[in-house]
């Protein structure tokens, strides 16, 4: 490695496994034997769009989660408008046991409070600095700050004031400055706790 401070997580994506197979798993299970491999991920159900079919969404996430235990590997989980089979799979396949960051979290503090108690951690980034991210915001408010894990999503979900951008995490004071607003403690405090 060229920077010692860069790890990686392996995954398929939700939205590319429609083409995938059992050999695909083989090929991940072998990039994890890579030293600086540290999560299986991003894997998960995103329901925004039509395709690839939910059942193939479903098949092949719990088929990462499974890979995941295989491994002893924690997991980075995307949840896109599937909060509830999120959820339920995710409870079927133990991912207490595993743990991990729900990356770009979009759902309701109880939501949170329930990842939390599983041992997860909750990836909050650009979308916490939008107006008309309420939601999110009071999930912040209302989950430990020793829970969160700042993200940036690049190249998406730029924060204000370089929303429509392409992200950068050059961009994480931003993320930073709106979560000690939110909490009332300082924007040091939030960078060493997190």
């Known amino acids: 490695g060229q920077y010692d401070f860069i790890y990686a997580a392996v995954g398929i994506h939700p939205e590319e496994v429609g083409m995938i197979d059992e050999s695909h798993m083989e090929w991940l299970k072998s990039l ?26 479903k098949v092949w996430f719990e088929r990462q989660l499974e890979l995941a235990h295989e491994v002893n590997l924690p997991v980075c989980i995307h949840s896109r408008e599937a909060a ?23 759902y309701s503090t ?6 939390i108690d599983m041992g997860f951690y909750i990836g909050i980034g650009g979308v916490v ?16 700050l020793e829970r969160i894990v700042l993200e940036t999503d690049c ?40």
């Open 32 to 57: 994890t034997e890579g030293e600086k491999v540290v999560a299986i991920g991003e894997i998960g159900l995103d329901y925004h769009y039509e395709d690839p079919v939910r059942d193939i969404q």
């Open 129 to 144: 600095t939008f107006k008309n991210s309420k939601k999110l915001k009071e999930v912040v408010k209302n989950i430990p």
């Open 155 to 194: 190249p998406y979900m730029a924060p204000v004031p370089n929303r429509g951008k392409r992200n950068s995490s050059l961009y994480l004071p931003y993320v930073v400055s709106a979560i000690a607003d939110i909490k009332g403690v300082t924007e040091e405090e939030v960078i060493s706790v997190t």
């Open 84 to 106: 509830k089979d999120t959820l339920d799979i995710m409870k079927k396949h133990h991912a207490e046991e595993l743990g991990g960051v729900i990356h770009c979290f979009s």
């Open 110 to 115: 109880e939501m949170a409070e329930t990842y």
